[in-house]
């Protein structure tokens, strides 16, 4: 025991890890909340220093404790931050800087607002690349700093803010990305050289239907949003180069048991948008949308026609998901008949989302009736009269059997011409790969 405790003393001495390349206990350290990181001043010498030359700060309200004070935490936290930014190495640049004071709770907010400033400014002059924000306020109660919009070195901005007028951003030289929360109100962003832009306010959205967000990046290469259908999203700029779009949008009127609550008004409105949003990226190449864009439509079936119809020149890649129901089959069918130079197709069926009946089951029909289904789908659309010659590969998850998965399949394999591979994923190809004591046993899909 006493050798082995020489030993380990021995090694001690070494102390590795403080010898490590300063980047690497950067690193080490950036998995730390930031008090931690400080407190690892003590281990020696070599540590003391280290935490003022971090290039990640996280500055989190809602994780900042406290001991017993007689000041309140409001005032504490921002005399720690203020302290950090003392102490700091002014030679050391910032990379990444989050300020999370959504939780604030302070009767003087009007302090947070000009120190949450003051930081910023001490990140733009320490070349700050990355720029987390999230703030309690309005853009009445608070300003960015103007020079913000034009900083050489920044290369990402995400924002959210409890707003309840828009925030108009400008984004100057910010050429990489900009990804933002918008939170129960509108936004605009205004920039001539952003390239990718993500919106995330799927779970902090509104049911105000006046609110906005508005873009004007003609350079915009990627967009990812995931947002309510009951935000008008309005593209004042052409997307030519536009290449790649996520659309993850959907409704936010559910009862308590999850079902959708809507009048035929709001799905008017809320499919139009929609198509509003489709049409300014006619250009595209790569295209994602979730399955409420085919399932949130009004009942009158007799508006299927006029509905997805831009073309879609450049399209190659098309990945959806829906219902399948008989309105949404016509509205996909619609948007491929668009979309002629599509190489690429993945339908994900979700089994949960049906706002209208589902087709039933193919095995479920006699003969004269799938037959009369299958003469009706030819004689309600001009769908035989559209050929693809560049669909290669389609892949149509969640299976179920219905009759209008085979109507689906009966398109495409009488329209495209150059079709090598269709993937319909079913309960029997697990089957078949689960471990067996037989190896002379056959599993048969009839």
Known sequence: MAHFAKRLNHEGDQDRISALPESILHHILSFLDLKQAIKSSILSSKWRYVWTSLPFLCFDFGLFQTKNSMQPKAKLFE???????????????????????????????????????????IGLKRKIKELYLDVPFSPKDFKLPSNIFTCESLTKLQLRGSEKEPYCIFLGNLPNAFSCIVFRSSLVITSPKLKHLVIDSHFVGTNKRDSRVKLNTPSLLSIRCKDYMSRDYCVETDLSVLVKAELDMGPREFDANGFLVLDDNSRSMYERRMMKLLRAFHNIQDLTLSVWFFEINPWDRSTVYPVYTTSMCNLRCLRLGTGLADRSLKMILNLLMNSLKIESLVIEINKAIFTTPPSPYWDELDLATRANYESLWETQGPYHQYMMHQLKVVEIQGVQGRLNELVLLQFLLRQCTLLEKIKAAKFFHKLASLPRASSTDAILCL
Do not use: G, H, M
């Open 79 to 121: 005399k720690f931050v203020d302290r950090v930014f003392q102490l700091r190495d002014t030679s050391s640049s910032i990379e990444r800087l989050n300020l999370n004071c959504f939780e604030f709770v302070s009767p003087d907010i009007q302090n947070l607002s000009n120190s949450l400033y003051a930081w910023i400014l």
